[in-house]
């Protein structure tokens, strides 16, 4: 049987798999987003005049500026900003503050905040009680708390990713299998419907129909492409014809390719088919099976 063909669309379907897998992965990587994130540090007291110095560093670390970015900081129901002071890793960054008539919120606009950028609020806050409110928002985004990432988070993550991908693969396999075991089976089928109309023939007389017949169904068969069963189909038909070249031409093939485990089948149909009584005593024959017994001792 050759599986060539059969092999070469499996690894075709295993490569597409992975070409496909490897494309999404890619993609989702390269999804240009931006993420902004804030961090706030410990605050500042200052007991004399009651004052707090907070502070937020605010980035983007994702791999696409953000647009229309609103930041919005709220006291709480006691408290006023006393002293603001913002400032941008780079200078180009431009901004606007405003504050309320009661000094308790903060509003800065950004129009633009590109990746890889930070952004510093300080402030010193007069009878801070409760905690801070902020908000960000922007076009097609809201902002979030930087997280310090849990390892066994990500290796949650990994195990996740790497079970789909083999859950992925065994389903994959599973499907090539049954293909593979459709296309032996029709194979089979068509097999043996040569077989059945090149008998027809042969009951006819018409051994050329035949041999035409099985060689035009080994040129187009998946699997069964000169396989030793066809071959000694062909090899009893000119047996019984009396062609004696091309049955020592096809006795000497299969003695090439046939496994020593199947050999000794055919070696015995070749010592007992009728089909080639008519050489039982000619020397190439008796040559050419000594050598096949040869071959496969």
């Given at each position: 049987?050759?599986?060539?063909?059969?092999?070469?669309?499996?690894?075709?379907?295993?490569?597409?798999?992975?070409?496909?897998?490897?494309?999404?992965?890619?993609?989702?990587?390269?999804?240009?987003?931006?993420?902004?994130?804030?961090?706030?540090?410990?605050?500042?007291?200052?007991?004399?005049?009651?004052?707090?110095?907070?502070?937020?560093?605010?980035?983007?670390?994702?791999?696409?500026?953000a647009k229309n970015v609103?930041?919005?900081?709220?006291?709480?129901?006691?408290?006023?900003?006393?002293?603001?002071?913002?400032?941008?890793?780079?200078?180009?960054?431009?901004?606007?503050?405003?504050?309320?008539?009661?000094?308790?919120?903060?509003?800065?606009?950004?129009?633009?905040?590109?990746?890889?950028?930070?952004?510093?609020?300080?402030?010193?806050?007069?009878?801070?009680?409760?905690?801070?409110?902020?908000?960000?928002?922007?076009?097609?985004?809201?902002?979030?708390?930087?997280?310090?990432?849990?390892?066994?988070?990500?290796?949650?993550?990994?195990?996740?990713?790497?079970?789909?991908?083999?859950?992925?693969?065994?389903?994959?396999?599973?499907?090539?299998?049954?293909?593979?075991?459709?296309?032996?089976?029709?194979?089979?089928?068509?097999?043996?419907?040569?077989?059945?109309?090149?008998?027809?023939?042969?009951?006819?007389?018409?051994?050329?129909?035949?041999?035409?017949?099985?060689?035009?169904?080994?040129?187009?068969?998946?699997?069964?492409?000169?396989?030793?069963?066809?071959?000694?189909?062909?090899?009893?038909?000119?047996?019984?014809?009396?062609?004696?070249?091309?049955?020592?031409?096809?006795?000497?093939?299969?003695?090439?390719?046939?496994?020593?485990?199947?050999?000794?089948?055919?070696?015995?149909?070749?010592?007992?088919?009728?089909?080639?009584?008519q050489f039982r005593k000619?020397?190439?024959?008796?040559?050419?099976?000594?050598?096949?017994?040869?071959?496969?001792?």
């Amino acid at each position: 049987m050759d599986f060539g063909l059969v092999k070469d669309i499996f690894l075709i379907i295993i490569g597409a798999f992975f070409t496909f897998i490897f494309t999404l992965v890619v993609l989702k990587v390269q999804q240009k987003k931006p993420n902004i994130t804030w961090r706030k540090l410990s605050n500042i007291k200052i007991p004399a005049n009651n004052l707090t110095g907070i502070n937020w560093i605010i980035e983007n670390q994702g791999n696409k500026s953000a647009k229309n970015v609103s930041v919005q900081l709220k006291l709480g129901a006691i408290g006023k900003f006393e002293t603001i002071d913002c400032q941008a890793s780079e200078n180009a960054l431009n901004f606007t503050r405003n504050t309320n008539n009661d000094s308790d919120m903060l509003s800065i606009d950004i129009p633009l905040f590109p990746q890889g950028i930070s952004f510093d609020i300080s402030s010193l806050v007069k009878d801070l009680t409760g905690n801070i409110e902020i908000s960000i928002v922007g076009e097609d985004f809201i902002g979030k708390e930087h997280q310090v990432k849990d390892n066994s988070e990500k290796i949650k993550k990994y195990y996740n990713i790497i079970s789909l991908a083999l859950i992925s693969v065994y389903l994959l396999s599973v499907f090539g299998l049954i293909i593979f075991m459709g296309f032996i089976l029709n194979s089979k089928l068509e097999y043996e419907q040569t077989r059945s109309i090149a008998n027809l023939y042969l009951s006819n007389g018409d051994k050329d129909e035949a041999i035409k017949l099985y060689e035009s169904y080994s040129k187009n068969s998946v699997l069964f492409k000169e396989t030793p069963s066809l071959l000694f189909e062909v090899l009893s038909i000119y047996g019984n014809s009396g062609d004696k070249v091309k049955v020592i031409s096809l006795i000497n093939k299969l003695s090439g390719d046939l496994k020593n485990k199947s050999a000794s089948h055919y070696i015995h149909f070749l010592e007992t088919a009728k089909a080639f009584d008519q050489f039982r005593k000619d020397k190439d024959f008796i040559n050419a099976l000594e050598k096949f017994k040869k071959n496969h001792s």
